[in-house]
């Protein structure tokens, strides 16, 4: 496993989310992902995986436990102190269906660089690096084809190249592979895997298939319904 002097560990401790006074989604997850580690999250449809990734994004509160993004330089940060270091898939994807599958990856430049510098589009260089993103998971071909016209699981690939090409510290991916073929899955995840080794990448990856997780994943953390978390090597 490659660990680098910049790399950003996930820190999860004793974390907990419920609704109003309803069930608990999940309760008391803990776990560490390291630089230059792929975890893989699994477990049960209505075991939270989402809401979990929802937590460790920022994008919904827990109701306890924390989750801190420690730097090399020792700070411990929340997901609203990441900025463009976190770097994240969801569910829905969240890509601009006007927009051709090459810009949608360049759009991760954004806020990385004075706005001036995109004002009339993205440099040569930041489309050919978008460019190389997308032929590295099989869309040479859809490059310049707009996002409405990509099937689901040509999308998803696209997410995943958007959050390569950001050059975040950390990855969350709620499901990048749900809609890919098992050769189209495999080459993703190992597109993953590849650049968490080669950057010292943190990687949390919701995944379902026992082989992809057994071939991909240096750990697993498991949810199970109301909240009873294993997890194993």
């Known amino acids: 496993m490659k660990e680098r002097a910049d790399g950003v560990s996930l820190v999860v401790r004793s974390l907990s989310l419920r609704y109003g006074k309803g069930e608990w989604l999940f309760e008391d997850v803990s776990f560490t992902v390291s630089p230059g580690q792929l975890m893989a999250l699994a477990g049960p449809s209505g075991s939270g995986k ?87 998971l099989g869309l040479c071909h859809m490059a310049r084809a707009p996002i409405s016209r990509l099937s689901g699981g040509e999308r998803q690939r696209v997410a995943v190249a958007r959050a390569l090409f950001q050059e975040a510290k950390v990855i969350l991916a709620d499901e990048p592979v749900a809609s890919l073929d098992r050769p189209n899955a495999e080459r993703c995840l190992a597109c993953l895997r590849q650049r968490c080794r080669r950057d010292g990448i943190s990687v949390l990856v919701v995944l379902h298939d026992e082989d992809l997780i057994e071939r991909f994943a240096d750990d697993v953390v498991r949810l199970e319904p109301r909240a009873e978390l294993s997890a194993a090597v």
């Not at 306890?64 to 929340?78: E, I, K, M, N, W």
């Not at 260089?125 to 460019?131: C, F, I, K």
């Open 50 to 136: 989402t809401s979990l990734m929802r937590c460790l994004a920022g994008v919904v509160e827990p109701t306890s436990g924390t989750v801190r993004y420690h730097r090399a330089d020792g700070r411990a940060l929340a997901p609203s102190g990441m900025g463009s270091a976190l770097g994240v898939v969801f569910q829905n994807l969240r890509l601009t269906g006007a927009a051709t599958a090459i810009d949608n990856v360049c759009f991760a430049r954004l806020g990385r660089q004075p706005f001036y510098r995109t004002l009339f589009g993205f440099s040569r260089r930041d489309r050919e690096g978008a460019y190389a993103e997308l032929c590295a």
